[in-house]
């Protein structure tokens, strides 16, 4: 999904609001298999949900299965954000996938934007498998970052 696309079916950021973000954006609840050990950073909490968009739930809900049922769970330490209307670091003017709530951050304080992952191949693929574009494969690496746009 581009960024246009992004825009024509979620609305247009108007400097740093999202209008249309109680139409298209709730709380997911974290399987209890995961929330066990992965903490919020926003809150230094255990991870227990997750305020995101509509059409990330269902994909969302398939990474963390698979996640589960692959034995991949030790590899999440932290939940950084998902919602957060924002530009792409780097790209002033340019909403990140995160303003529209269709990505998620994973262990950004291990893997920060620009550096090698230290995920295992089995871990990406389940998210990659629910849909996902991971960050690890963009021109600047984000290894930290999973999408559903590519962006």
């Given amino acids: 999904m581009t960024q246009q696309q992004v825009i024509e079916k979620y609305g247009e950021i108007v400097g740093t609001t999202w209008p249309d973000e109680s139409l298209h954006c709730e709380m997911f609840e974290i399987p209890a298999q995961i929330s066990e050990w992965v903490i919020n950073t926003a809150s230094g909490l ?29 590899e999440l330490h932290s939940f950084d954000g998902c919602l957060m209307v924002r530009d792409i670091r780097g790209s002033p003017g340019i909403q990140s996938a995160h303003s529209w709530g269709m990505a998620i951050d994973l262990n950004a304080s291990l893997m920060p934007l620009g550096s090698k992952s230290l995920w295992t ?15 690890g494969n963009f021109s600047r690496t984000d290894p930290m970052h999973f999408s559903l746009t590519g962006f």
């Avoid at 990330?56 to 049922?69: G, H, K, R, W």
């Avoid at 389940?126 to 574009?133: E, L, M, N, R």
Wanted: glycine content about 6%; proline content about 2%; aromatic content about 14%.
């Fill in 46 to 74: 255990s991870w227990t949900h997750a305020y995101v968009n509509h059409d990330m739930i269902a994909p969302l809900t398939e990474a963390l299965q698979n996640i589960i049922v692959r034995g991949c769970v030790l």
């Fill in 121 to 135: 191949d089995i871990f990406v693929k389940c998210f990659t498998d629910a849909g996902f574009k991971w960050g």
